[in-house]
């Protein structure tokens, strides 16, 4: 895959519009999160190892196509994370999943960890980390590191936005871990959010400021 793939299909670009809106509800939010997040989970899936099995249609016996049962697993980045990663579980319920906890200092804007939990054989997986902003990309990346320290070899990053300095940050500190998002924005500002953005993911999806 390369380093950015940007999922430009009408549907996800229609719904991010108006997730950006600042008159969107919280539960309008949330539901189109969810919807997005499975329209990006076939961009970030598609090159699955397939194999074959011989089935029965009611005309006829076939190979057809099935996973190949590669394992993998859903890493959310909290607490936004969550948002992408309801969606992607409806889509591969069978997936192990991780939590990641990091915080942004607001001051230094440097992620601070307070929790950890990944399934087990990362190393076997893919490992797809999920968190709805690339921003500056440091938390993305501590996230990442945690990943690797445990064995996670076979990393992707999923996001619904990306702004410029994340994804050279990401491709500094992990050009290994391809990145797919909806969108890539401008920049970000002093305060280290997207712009144009949609503001705090977390307080949007959630209800909270
Ligand atoms: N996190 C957010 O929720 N929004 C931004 O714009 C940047 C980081």
Redesign the pocket.
């Known amino acids: 895959m390369d380093h950015l793939t940007v999922v430009d299909h009408p549907l996800v670009q229609h719904k991010l519009t108006i997730m950006r809106q600042t008159d969107t509800s919280t539960g309008e939010f949330r539901r189109l999160l969810r919807e997005i997040s499975q329209l990006i989970a076939y961009e970030v899936t598609r090159e699955l190892p397939m194999t074959t099995k011989r089935i029965d249609t009611p005309m006829q016996e076939m190979d057809a196509p099935v996973l190949a049962g590669r394992k993998l697993a859903l890493v959310s980045i909290l607490r936004?994370g969550n948002g992408l990663l309801d969606g992607m579980l409806e889509l591969i319920p069978s997936a192990r999943v991780g939590f990641v906890g990091l915080y942004?200092d607001e001051e230094t804007l440097e992620p601070v960890q307070y929790y950890f939990k990944a399934p087990d054989n990362l190393g076997e997986r893919l490992v797809i980390a999920v968190d709805?902003?690339l921003?500056t990309g440091n938390s993305s990346a501590a996230a990442i590191d945690l990943l690797k320290e445990q064995g996670a070899k076979d990393i992707r990053f999923l996001c619904l936005?990306a702004a410029p300095e994340g994804v050279a940050r990401m491709k500094e500190a992990h050009p290994d871990v391809p990145i797919v998002t909806a969108a890539l924005d401008e920049r970000l500002n002093e305060k280290?959010?997207?712009m144009p953005?949609?503001?705090?993911?977390?307080?949007r999806m959630f209800g909270t400021k």
């Open positions: 936004a942004r709805p902003m921003a936005l280290g959010y997207i953005g949609l503001g705090d993911a977390g307080d």
